[in-house]
């Protein structure tokens, strides 16, 4: 990387605002079933209040990680079409963007095939922004068996917000994840995060929020797989890194308090947390704190 001149550019507050309704799935993955958690998935959407405009389901949430690699290749291979069928259909019928992550497969040009942890934005409107995860978890197969994607985060305008995203693992990496410009108002975090190590995302999420003055939506799986346990991780803060939902058991110290929390919603197959933000606050913290202004700028070469 080499250092660029840094941008003084400072978003302004406008009269008019947009709100947005923001969701996290929690989904309980069944290992493999491709057609099952297409179910779950779509059962837990009907939960939903009416409204909602951002609904994020975990990583993988089709599949999960299996430690049986050559059983989780084969899934992969029949589940493009399915798995991009239903999130195309679930945005349009729902009225909401609908994020996530899939296993996917492509072939090269000798007919090999590849695979890839395949994160996707589909619209309502049928437009589908697609983000392969750049960094694959170094402990896991996952880093021997995928190709780490080598396109940077997408940002996607959607009624009225600009929304980017990242998956599971990466949340550790800040330059990746640099908003750059305050380009983006919204990060959305489809994963797979084991419990043993939820200290970890919750400080980093709410770390990205800070640094990015951004709203992060963390969806993390619920139940159980062969890497571990999920339940209970879920979150979603808003630019100040406040915990917005599930609402916190203790208000937070050294900042104001929110104006209200968001709710969660218990279905058969995980909880449902869900909260509403407006954008004319991303941008009065913005105008108020413009970190941009000092923040040092990069560019990948």
Known sequence: MKENKPSDKIVSVTESDHRLKVAVL?????????PANLNRASVMLDSLPKGVDVAVLPELFTTSFMRDTEAMLKVASESNIMT???????????????CGSFLAEEKDVDGQSLFFNRGFMATPDGECV??????LFC????????????????????????????????????????????????LLIPANWPVNRGYAWHHLIIARAIENQVVVAGADRSGHDDY???????LIVDELGRQIAP??????????LPDSYGQQ????????????????????LRHWLPTERDADSFVFV
């Open 139 to 186: 402990l896991s197969k996952e880093a021997e068996l995928l190709r780490h994607g080598q396109q940077r985060p997408p940002l996607l305008h959607f009624r009225g917000w600009n929304i980017s995203m990242l998956i599971c693992y990466e949340l550790r990496f800040p330059v990746w994840g640099r908003n750059v410009e305050m380009r983006s108002d919204l």
């Open 26 to 34: 929690s989904l309980d993955i069944a290992q493999g079933d491709v």
């Open 265 to 284: 919603i218990d279905t058969p197959y995980g909880p449902v947390l869900w909260a509403d933000f407006s954008l004319n606050q991303v941008k009065k």
């Open 130 to 135: 697609f983000y392969d995860k750049h960094h």
């Open 84 to 98: 991009l069928d239903f999130v195309k259909s679930e945005a349009s019928r729902r009225n909401l963007l609908l």
């Open 228 to 234: 571990g346990s999920y339940d209970g991780l879920s």
């Open 247 to 256: 609402a916190p058991e203790v208000a937070p110290v050294g900042c104001p």
